[in-house]
């Protein structure tokens, strides 16, 4: 091998759920919302002309309604190119130390991703038998600290009152509340936003905003952890937003009738589906999320995972210690659980 | 402050050009194009009910109509937020060695401010009396090289001979050669790829092709190093490339006609504007790109620019070493070029 070879970064990639091209499929495996964007974001107009020209480095007037959403001052807003990519920005402006950044063994599938990609040291406090967090865990020394609530895969939300406590516990260290899914279920973090200064809350539009397409995620959070991650952005990329971005996701924040409608009907959907396959021998851990992770009594869930692909029907297996005969089920429409449900039903009968 | 504070990485962010809110300004100071993107971008369609679902990871539609047009396998085109990104990823991607990588004392201002972020090693060997690149220099150990060809900010473009020189001499060292400028003047590098397993080149939908404002930006290379690309930026954010930039980049790119013909006016408006302004006294160094680097026999470039700016006209100024008496001028149209000389004529003589 060349020299340079010696040079090149590493790394395990993190590994998306498939994106499979054949429209003809039920796609309940990477958590997008069954429902369409607003009807005022199918109004917006994009200016093809003005695509010639850089969209606004400081994304002010997406910044400027997410601040109003959320009530918060515009200099506690960070946008970037989905969660992901704030996340990953958060990650190498935050966990700059020595010590161990900490998160659960199960949760989202990225963190350690950017962990090794950065080379911040981590560590990952177990779940407890129930999937549940134990906050003491999280009560020592650490280089800063991460977790999704509601955690993901599981879709298991940890009461605010644990979430405050690991804050208060962590004075020294920043602590990332990762919420993608918090508006289908539980209290947000945003509510200490003004009185801890180490915590910084992550969203998406990617799942309860219907806008996984367009890559939008933003951070909430002090003025001076959010101009530290604003020097960081603005040391990589200065344009991360494209103008159909702005546009579009302005215009869906806008629509929050539209936005509350179809959480609550991907809700409805859940509770309706979580009782639609009890019968089945299915139990699902109590979710707060637009997906639900489900083991059955007898059936292993590597083998529903294939079968129910084999009938084009995509659902998300993880083949992982402690989650490996769990399936993560997107809600879609009623119709489609309902086909996923009649699916089941025959498959177990058949087997 | 809190212990918190000593995690946060400190950068010097890069400082973009200014991008006024007002539209009522001739800007001729970020290097976007005078002309639209074209006809086939805006006839493409955007179905805003697909942008529920995440876009296509691996971004195959604008990576194989890139592989096509430029003649290489899919396996060598590597696609991102704009040349930033892909710079930005080819620094974390390439250059992890304890030596230093080379770039030139003159050049874009973005790669000292990627090599702060990511704690590379750097050095800055300096171009000669007439700015252009000494090849010698680059030929010692280091951890990597980036120039960009034709250079920025002086539109300086070296022969692919020189550019070889450099490849060839640097086995053991990845090569980035940024064409962000190549469309308007010089012979590309990718000639090269096939020759050299140590190259990159790095394009940009920004300049050439009129779409500043989608973000999109590319690198070809061999399989090897697209892939070690590709983990990295698995490794970072799996889905970057929003739809609508997918589906106009893609249609972009098929309409070679309309990219040649802006292409080609540009360039003849660059030569013209440079022509107009020899008899003010400003002397331009040799242009191949869509922007001039001009300095006056007598007037200070930093108060030619600020009476531009209040003359609503924007031309970028650099307050740096060796060219702080040089003006950055975007090539627009011709009529902008021709507003932009009457105001140079009229301040020159009222002065």
């Known amino acids: 091998m060349a020299a340079w070879s010696d040079n090149i970064r590493k790394v395990e990639p993190y590994v998306p759920g498939e994106q499979p091209k054949d429209t003809d499929v039920i796609k309940l495996n990477t958590n997008e919302n069954p ?55 958060s990650f190498l402006t935050f966990f700059n130390s020595d010590k161990p950044i900490l998160f659960p063994d199960i949760t989202y599938s990225f963190y350690d991703v950017w962990a090794e990609l950065f080379s911040i040291p981590y560590e ?33 939300y940890e009461d605010i009152k ?21 508006d289908f279920g539980g209290e947000s973090a945003l509510g200490l936003i003004d009185k801890y200064d180490n915590l910084v809350v992550v969203r998406t539009f990617s799942k309860s905003r219907s806008m996984a397409g367009l890559r939008i995620g933003y951070a909430i959070s002090n003025p001076v952890l959010i101009k530290a991650l604003n020097d960081v952005k603005y040391s990589y990329n200065s344009y991360t937003m494209n103008r159909p971005s702005l546009i579009m996701g302005t215009e869906s924040v806008k629509d929050d009738e539209y936005f509350k409608e179809t959480v609550s009907k991907v809700v409805a959907t859940r509770e309706r589906f979580v009782e639609a396959i009890k019968p089945l021998d299915f139990t699902c851990l109590p979710s707060s999320a637009n997906f639900v992770f ?58």
Chains 1, 2 share one sequence.
């Open 35 to 89: 429902y369409g964007p607003s009807q005022r974001v199918k109004n917006a107009i994009v200016d093809i002309d003005t695509l010639r020209l850089y969209p606004d480095p400081t994304a002010s007037a997406l910044v400027d309604v997410l601040a109003e959403y959320h009530g918060v001052d515009p200099s506690q807003v960070f946008v970037g190119v989905g969660s992901d990519d704030v996340l990953a920005m």
């Open 124 to 156: 990952r406090p177990a779940l407890d038998e129930n999937f549940r967090l134990v906050k003491e865990n999280y009560y020592r020394e650490n280089g800063g600290i991460v977790f999704p609530n509601p955690n993901a895969p599981t879709g298991i």
């Open 162 to 182: 644990n979430v405050e406590d690991i804050v208060s516990h962590n004075k020294d260290s920043i602590v990332i509340v990762d919420e993608a899914y918090i």
């Open 294 to 351: 489900a083991t059955h009594k007898d059936i292993p869930a590597k083998e529903i995972f294939q079968a129910a692909k084999d009938a084009h029907i995509y659902v998300r297996y993880f083949d992982k210690p402690r989650i490996d005969n769990y399936l993560r089920i997107s809600i879609g429409t009623d119709e489609e659980m309902d086909k996923f449900t009649e699916f089941l039903t025959n498959y177990i009968q058949e087997r």
